[in-house]
């Protein structure tokens, strides 16, 4: 799997990176001691016969995946990532004790604490983890494969990000920690395809 940073929309069209980045959503489930942290890294994952992704587990929904891909073309962003699964170990990599960049908050869901990523050398440690990890399709099917048949359209054939399709990605470990549920971070993220990606 090709993972990639992104220029990151916080829900005002007038806000925009000035260069690419990865972040780190901590997913908080419930409160206090009984509290559950789900670590989840969000970036762009290469579309494509090279992806690796593993995407049996869901089948496509062919009227969605229409609709999604108009969406696609009208707006050149995207803003809902797809859920995957990876076998690589990144809840170390993805450990920080400093204060959030910004904090979102559902009611009866989960907190959503999000960190950028600045440093190069984390994003290539990043990428070295799950480069060549197994990686499975956990939600989204409809929104990975409108972003499939976008990247291959002639409107995105000017826009190098159309390449990429936004995930949060977790790891099997954080997932196998007794959480009760997982809220992926749908509307919260979003990225210009016309943005350069290194």
Known sequence: MELRPF???RGD??????????W?????????????VLPVLVGLVRLGEGSAVDLSREEPVHDAVSARVGALVSAKADSEPCLLLTRAPLSAALA???APDFTLGRNGGARHLFFRINDYAQHV????LVKNAEAELLAGRSLWDAGQQ???????AKLPGAKYKLCAIVDERSLGEGLPRL??????LGYAFEDPVY
């Not at 806000?15 to 990865?22: S, V």
């Not at 780190?24 to 559950?36: A, P, T, W």
């Not at 440690?125 to 070295?128: D, H, I, N, R, T």
């Not at 809220?183 to 919260?188: C, H, N, Q, R, T």
């Open 7 to 9: 220029r990151a929309l």
């Open 13 to 22: 069209p007038r806000f925009k990176e000035r260069r690419p980045g990865l």
């Open 24 to 36: 780190l959503d901590r997913q908080v489930f419930g409160e206090g001691d009984s509290s559950v």
């Open 96 to 98: 920080t004790t400093r």
């Open 125 to 128: 440690e990043l990428q070295g």
């Open 150 to 156: 976008f990247s291959t359209s002639p409107a995105a």
């Open 183 to 188: 809220a992926a971070p749908v509307g919260v």
